[in-house]
């Protein structure tokens, strides 16, 4: 079971690549200025959706959001998590506080919003390479 201790998000998915079972990489996603990179270990999510909820709204200042769900344990981030800028909804405030929106304090991108045992990837920052077949993968539901 993941840590919930303050700084124990570090060592676990999708911060750290899972220590018991292998990883392979399969898609990688990086934001726009290329400090956060991350690979997923599958080329097709759980789900993706659109949400046009007034909260995606105002968090994203877009009309809806794009995710793609995935389980913690199949998204491994290789560079930038020093770069992490976390925010906590429920909260209002710049925490890693359990859900929450994890975007590059670099450049700004959100990467992604963290729940108890999934994340809500942005399939936009995925890099398909023209694979058509895939991206469609990830195409709403």
């Known amino acids: 079971m993941p840590s919930t201790r303050s700084e124990d998000w570090k060592s676990n998915p999708p911060y750290a690549r899972p220590r018991d079972e292998p990883f392979t990489n399969t898609l990688r996603g990086s934001c726009h200025c290329g400090q956060v990179v991350y690979h997923l270990s599958r080329d097709r999510p759980l789900a993706s959706k659109y949400c046009h909820c007034t909260d995606c709204q105002t968090l994203h200042g877009a009309p809806f959001q794009w995710a793609a769900i995935f389980e913690k344990h199949h998204v491994a981030f290789d560079r930038g998590v020093e770069g992490l800028a976390f925010y906590s909804a429920a909260d209002k405030e710049p925490a890693h506080g359990l859900p929450c929106k994890v975007s590059c304090a670099r450049c700004g991108s959100r990467i992604m919003d963290e729940g108890r045992n999934m994340v809500l990837l942005f399939p936009a920052l ?16």
Request: glycine share 6%; proline share 6%.
């Open 126 to 141: 995925v890099e398909f390479e023209g694979d058509e077949e895939v991206k469609a993968n990830f195409a709403p539901e």
